[in-house]
């Protein structure tokens, strides 16, 4: 008696042990034995450019073919049958079939003409259970090659791999539904039990800032550029709107085609194979540092300005004699054979004279260059949404003497990003105020509603960041980048009947590489800049040389050309505004 008492406290303590410790984990076993669940994936988020009416990025329907192996009779038939129909191996289809499983993938992204034809067949072989054809998405880009590096692209089971479909994975990609039914321990259907189905929950659209004609422009001028100049290491622009930071394009050459990303020269090595999909997926206006070369100058320009250390118009303040001696050091303008000779900052802006910019930047000294250079940003990321985004290379402060220094200030020896560029003039452009980048304006829930029962929409808020220099300070470097122009290194970049303002620049691409990164950066119209843009090309090897104002320039002013009558900005606004009148008096 008292062996059987003990035996039934054991056994209580048993029970309740596999009740209250172990029983939400049996729970969900029993449930998995007595069940068969196969996923339903949720449509990815629509991806809209600018203006909200070309999709960029869309999930069509497709189906995704899976069997139930335990309920399926005549195995080798329906083996075969798939094998030939998704162009399958045969041996390998038959041992799906033939497991001991409740479920097993045959085939996904099937187009539903071939999930028509499988319907059928199994009609007419009277097949009713074990092969199951379910919804599924496959990703699909109607431009191909248009903003690739900044759209990005999904793997096999639609997850974003790089760019936007990356970054913004957790909106894109939806809640997955599922099919649940109810099965015998053999893993077959129970009669009489019917289907459960979660719907799934599809992604949430975004709307980008890129505008598909602007990207459009940006990337076949780009193209031409480095195809005519032999850029052995490609290029890329940015147009950026100054006032709240929308990228409108962002071009990069060599690029790909969204809807083959894998696809590479075959003949190659695998090494070299794996390479060039690096390459080509690369966004080098965020991801690669160069240095600017003499576009840079604008930074020490404005520093100047602010610091009242000098004045746009003062004739005769500067004196180009073909070098400026730096600790000991000669510093040799690009022109050091025929010297500028007597300047204004205006006139050095224009002929981008070395020598000016490296006594501004000894008089700022260091610590007051050092404290622009983190104003302007350049001292971390400009934090796009994107991934990828590199930082730039600097001297650390206290190692900077005075040769370095004059180096900096004319643009060399060290290097930055050309989204930090670009937002580096918006800020000038923007009246003295950081204005922050980004690629993505809105987005629209798929699943949430506002009061009048329409999707609803976030708006992604402009950041703008602190006042860099004064409003006054802004209007004198655009001013002056007007004249460059108009009359300096930058009259390529001319467009009739618009005030455009730019700044060429020619760099070393690393030292004694025999290589160069030759640019243009730009704003428009000069009296109200809704655009900024930048151009750059990587080692350009053709016949009309690697100088920004006979390389460079040239594309920008094609853009333009373009750029503003689309954007409907009025040419006689333009001509009759006070800053040029300011400018030319």
Same mark, same amino acid.
């Given at each position: 008696?008292?062996?059987?008492?003990?035996?039934?406290?054991?056994?209580?303590?048993?029970?309740?042990?596999?009740?209250?410790?172990?029983?939400?984990?049996?729970?969900?076993?029993?449930?998995?034995?007595?069940?068969?669940?196969?996923?339903?994936?949720?449509?990815?988020?629509?991806?809209?450019?600018?203006?909200? /009416?070309?999709?960029?990025?869309?999930?069509?329907? $497709?189906?995704?073919?899976?069997?139930?192996?335990?309920?399926?009779?005549?195995?080798?038939? #329906?083996?075969?049958?798939?094998?030939?129909?998704?162009?399958?191996?045969?041996?390998?289809?038959?041992?799906?079939?033939?497991?001991?499983?409740?479920?097993?993938?045959?085939?996904?992204? #099937?187009?539903?003409?071939?999930?028509?034809?499988?319907?059928?067949?199994?009609?007419?072989?009277?097949?009713?259970?074990?092969?199951?054809?379910? /919804?599924?998405?496959?990703?699909?880009?109607?431009?191909?090659?248009?903003?690739?590096?900044?759209?990005?692209?999904?793997?096999?089971?639609?997850? =974003?791999?790089?760019?936007?479909?990356?970054?913004?994975?957790?909106?894109?990609?939806?809640?997955?539904?599922?099919?649940?039914?109810?099965?015998?321990?053999?893993?077959?259907?129970? %009669?009489?039990?019917?289907?459960?189905?979660?719907?799934?929950?599809?992604?949430?659209?975004?709307?980008?800032?890129?505008?598909?004609?602007?990207?459009?422009?940006?990337?076949?001028?780009?193209?031409?550029?480095?195809?005519?100049?032999?850029?052995?290491?490609?290029?890329?622009?940015?147009?950026?709107?100054?006032?709240?930071?929308d990228i409108l394009a962002m071009a990069g050459y060599p690029d790909y085609n969204l809807n083959d990303p894998?696809?590479?020269?075959?003949?190659?090595?695998?090494?070299?194979?794996?390479?060039?999909?690096?390459?080509?997926?690369?966004?080098?206006?965020?991801?690669?540092?160069?240095? *600017?070369?003499?576009?840079?100058?604008?930074?020490?320009?404005?520093?100047?300005?602010?610091? =009242?250390?000098?004045?746009?118009?003062?004739?005769?303040?500067?004196?180009?004699?073909?070098?400026? %001696? $730096?600790?000991?050091?000669?510093?040799?303008?690009?022109?050091?054979?025929?010297?500028?000779?007597?300047?204004?900052?205006? %006139?050095?802006?224009?002929?981008?004279?070395?020598?000016?910019?490296?006594?501004?930047?000894?008089?700022?000294?260091?610590?007051?260059?050092?404290?622009?250079?983190?104003?302007?940003?350049?001292?971390?990321?400009?934090?796009?949404?994107?991934?990828?985004?590199?930082?730039?290379?600097?001297?650390?402060?206290?190692?900077?003497?005075?040769?370095?220094?004059?180096? !900096?200030?004319? =643009?060399?020896?060290?290097?930055?990003? *050309?989204?930090?560029?670009?937002?580096?003039?918006?800020?000038?452009?923007?009246?003295?105020?950081?204005?922050?980048?980004?690629?993505v304006k809105s987005i629209i829930s798929s699943s949430e509603k506002d009061e009048n029962g329409n999707p609803?929409?976030?708006?992604?808020?402009?950041?703008?960041?602190?006042?860099? !220099?004064?409003?006054?300070?802004?209007?004198?470097?655009?001013?002056?980048?007007?004249? $460059?122009?108009?009359?300096?290194?930058?009259?390529?970049?001319?467009?009739?009947?618009?005030?455009?303002? =730019?700044?060429?620049?020619?760099?070393?691409?690393?030292?004694?590489?025999?290589?160069?990164?030759?640019?243009?950066?730009?704003?428009?119209?000069?009296?109200?800049?809704?655009?900024?843009?930048? $151009?750059?090309?990587?080692?350009?090897t053709g016949e009309g040389g690697h100088q920004g104002g006979g390389v460079a320039a040239p594309v920008g002013?094609?853009?333009?050309?373009?750029?503003?009558?689309?954007? /409907?900005?009025?040419?006689?606004?333009?001509?009759?505004?006070?800053?040029?009148?300011?400018?030319?008096?």
């Amino acid at each position: 008696m008292l062996l059987t008492i003990i035996l039934l406290i054991l056994l209580l303590f048993r029970i309740g042990y596999l009740q209250f410790i172990e029983g939400s984990e049996l729970q969900k076993k029993a449930y998995l034995q007595q069940t068969s669940d196969r996923s339903v994936n949720p449509k990815r988020g629509t991806i809209y450019d600018a203006t909200g /009416e070309k999709v960029l990025a869309i999930s069509s329907t $497709v189906q995704t073919i899976t069997v139930n192996p335990t309920i399926i009779q005549e195995k080798e038939k #329906v083996a075969q049958k798939l094998s030939e129909l998704f162009e399958l191996d045969y041996e390998k289809t038959l041992k799906k079939v033939s497991k001991r499983s409740s479920i097993e993938k045959i085939a996904s992204k #099937v187009d539903n003409e071939k999930a028509n034809l499988l319907r059928k067949w199994l009609d007419e072989n009277n097949i009713t259970q074990g092969v199951n054809i379910d /919804e599924d998405t496959k990703r699909y880009y109607p431009y191909n090659n248009l903003a690739s590096q900044i759209i990005g692209f999904c793997g096999s089971d639609n997850q =974003g791999l790089s760019g936007i479909e990356a970054k913004y994975e957790e909106n894109l990609k939806g809640t997955k539904g599922y099919i649940s039914k109810i099965t015998d321990a053999a893993g077959s259907q129970i %009669d009489d039990t019917s289907e459960e189905y979660i719907d799934p929950v599809n992604g949430d659209d975004l709307v980008l800032t890129i505008d598909a004609t602007i990207q459009g422009i940006a990337e076949k001028h780009l193209k031409e550029a480095c195809i005519d100049n032999k850029c052995t290491d490609g290029g890329n622009i940015i147009i950026m709107n100054p006032q709240n930071g929308d990228i409108l394009a962002m071009a990069g050459y060599p690029d790909y085609n969204l809807n083959d990303p894998f696809a590479v020269d075959e003949s190659l090595p695998k090494e070299e194979q794996s390479k060039q999909m690096q390459t080509l997926w690369r966004n080098k206006a965020i991801s690669d540092t160069y240095e *600017p070369g003499s576009t840079f100058k604008l930074v020490t320009a404005s520093s100047a300005l602010e610091e =009242g250390i000098t004045t746009t118009d003062k004739a005769g303040e500067f004196t180009c004699t073909g070098y400026i %001696d $730096v600790a000991g050091v000669k510093m040799k303008c690009w022109r050091y054979y025929r010297p500028h000779g007597s300047e204004s900052l205006r %006139d050095a802006l224009m002929n981008s004279c070395n020598p000016v910019f490296i006594g501004l930047g000894q008089k700022l000294g260091v610590k007051k260059y050092y404290s622009y250079l983190r104003k302007f940003g350049f001292f971390h990321t400009t934090g796009i949404d994107i991934p990828g985004e590199a930082g730039s290379i600097f001297l650390k402060e206290e190692k900077v003497g005075p040769v370095e220094l004059g180096t !900096i200030a004319f =643009g060399q020896r060290f290097e930055v990003t *050309p989204i930090q560029m670009a937002t580096m003039l918006s800020t000038i452009a923007n009246k003295g105020v950081y204005i922050k980048p980004h690629l993505v304006k809105s987005i629209i829930s798929s699943s949430e509603k506002d009061e009048n029962g329409n999707p609803k929409v976030t708006e992604i808020p402009v950041e703008k960041g602190e006042r860099v !220099i004064s409003e006054k300070t802004s209007q004198d470097v655009l001013s002056m980048m007007q004249t $460059v122009v108009a009359e300096g290194t930058g009259k390529n970049a001319k467009v009739e009947g618009y005030n455009i303002g =730019g700044k060429t620049g020619t760099s070393e691409d690393g030292v004694n590489t025999g290589k160069y990164v030759t640019s243009f950066i730009g704003v428009a119209p000069i009296e109200n800049p809704q655009v900024v843009l930048l $151009v750059t090309l990587y080692n350009p090897t053709g016949e009309g040389g690697h100088q920004g104002g006979g390389v460079a320039a040239p594309v920008g002013g094609k853009i333009f050309n373009e750029l503003l009558p689309y954007l /409907e900005i009025n040419k006689e606004s333009s001509e009759n505004s006070d800053m040029t009148n300011e400018v030319n008096n």
